[in-house]
């Protein structure tokens, strides 16, 4: 079974510019989510899809960031403009729709801002 | 506010010998908790599940407790092994499949 796909792997861009990461999960997971890890500490929710649908975005800086489920399949997250404090560890997850079953990550997208 | 502790030292042990790494929550409800492994420059690994009916649960040398009373987990590696060496991460999970992380503990096991 393929695991979750994440590109690209890495990213280097300066304050201001924009940037986009995408996310294939699992095939037939129906939840996906977007984290943020910054060094050091544990990974943040950004936003959770149930299928197409939003579940949580409470901590998504809207202002500056969104995302999107296409066809309840892939994903987008998109960071417009960059700021110093947003270099991180950009990781999707997916998981079924069954509470006994855990999250599966994807390697992740290291972002640097300048 | 909701808080997840993880012991923010590193856990150094001898192989062969059982680590213990405690997740501790406070102004929180989970229905259930997880425990993940994570290496350097990789997405976190799921392990183990555990729900707030259940006492403990095991999984080949690892060992995991949940008391909702002292708003704890324990995770036991047992035999430890070099390759144990990695970074583990208790998140709690409430319905709807919404997760909190903690920082993790990083766990080093000598040969």
């Known amino acids: 079974e393929a695991g979750v796909a994440q590109s690209p792997r890495y990213k280097i861009i300066e304050k201001r510019q924009s940037v986009a990461f995408w996310c294939n999960p699992i095939?037939?997971?129906?939840?996906l989510y977007w984290y943020q890890q910054i060094l050091g500490q544990g990974p943040k929710l950004l936003i959770q899809?149930?299928?197409?649908?939003?579940?949580?975005d409470s901590q998504l800086p809207k202002d500056r960031f969104s995302a999107e489920r296409l066809k309840g399949v892939d994903s987008t997250l998109k960071i417009q403009p960059a700021k110093l404090e947003d270099s991180a560890v950009y990781l999707c997850?997916?998981?079924?729709?069954?509470?006994?079953?855990?999250?599966?990550f994807g390697p992740g997208t290291r972002l640097t801002v300048t | 506010s909701q808080k997840i502790e993880q012991n923010s030292e590193a856990l150094n042990i001898q192989e062969g010998k059982t680590a213990t790494l405690t997740c501790n929550y406070t102004?929180?409800?989970?229905?259930?908790l997880q425990w993940y492994r994570q290496d350097p420059g990789r997405g976190p690994v799921f392990l183990l599940l555990?729900?707030?009916?259940?006492k403990e649960k095991r999984k080949e040398r690892l060992k995991v407790t949940f008391d909702t009373t002292l708003k704890q987990s324990l995770f036991h590696i047992t035999a430890s092994q070099p390759a144990d060496s990695a970074t583990y991460l208790c998140?709690?999970?409430?319905?709807?499949?919404?997760?909190?992380f903690g920082a993790g503990t990083r766990l080093f096991v000598k040969a």
């Open positions: 555990i729900r707030e009916n259940e």
């Open positions: 998140a709690l999970g409430a319905g709807g499949f919404k997760t909190i």
């Open positions: 102004n929180y409800s989970p229905a259930y």
């Open positions: 095939s037939g997971h129906a939840t």
């Open positions: 899809f149930q299928n197409n649908g939003v579940v949580d």
């Open positions: 997850a997916s998981s079924p729709f069954r509470e006994n079953w855990g999250q599966y």
